[in-house]
């Protein structure tokens, strides 16, 4: 299994940025996809998940109606639209995959990672 992480970059606090993650080698519509972040110093925590097939979705309170998951199950890919951006939405970007968690927000919980994507989000 592979999940390739992309579109991250830098912008301005306000700004917008969707980054992507390519997954391969597992059959993507049976899996959970989750979204978590990690700052330099801090744990990783949970960001956003989006369920296989009727794509539940479910946010951290910190980004909820500003952050917007979604998936392409024809493309294998999970998307995660940030508006508005905050200077404290910095960090490393990673997308994780399981197949039956969902709404853990424990890392350990989920099977497949990423290797993650920088946001850096400017004052």
């Known amino acids: 299994v592979q999940l390739q992480a992309s579109g991250g970059g830098l912008v301005q606090a306000g700004g917008s940025l969707r980054v992507s993650c390519a997954a391969s080698g597992l059959t993507f519509s049976r899996y959970g996809m989750g979204w978590f972040r990690q700052a330099p110093g801090k744990e990783r925590q949970f960001v956003a998940s989006?369920?296989?097939?009727?794509?539940?979705?479910y946010y951290a309170d910190s980004v909820k109606g500003r952050f917007a998951i979604s998936r392409d199950n024809a493309k294998n890919t999970v998307y995660l639209q940030m508006n508005s951006l905050k200077p404290e939405d910095t960090a490393v970007y990673y997308c994780?995959?399981?197949?039956?968690?969902?709404?853990?927000?424990?890392?350990?919980?989920?099977?497949?990672w990423g290797q993650g994507t920088q946001v850096t989000v400017s004052s």
């Open positions: 989006i369920s296989g097939s009727i794509s539940s979705t």
């Open positions: 994780a995959a399981d197949r039956t968690v969902l709404t853990s927000i424990r890392p350990t919980a989920w099977q497949y």
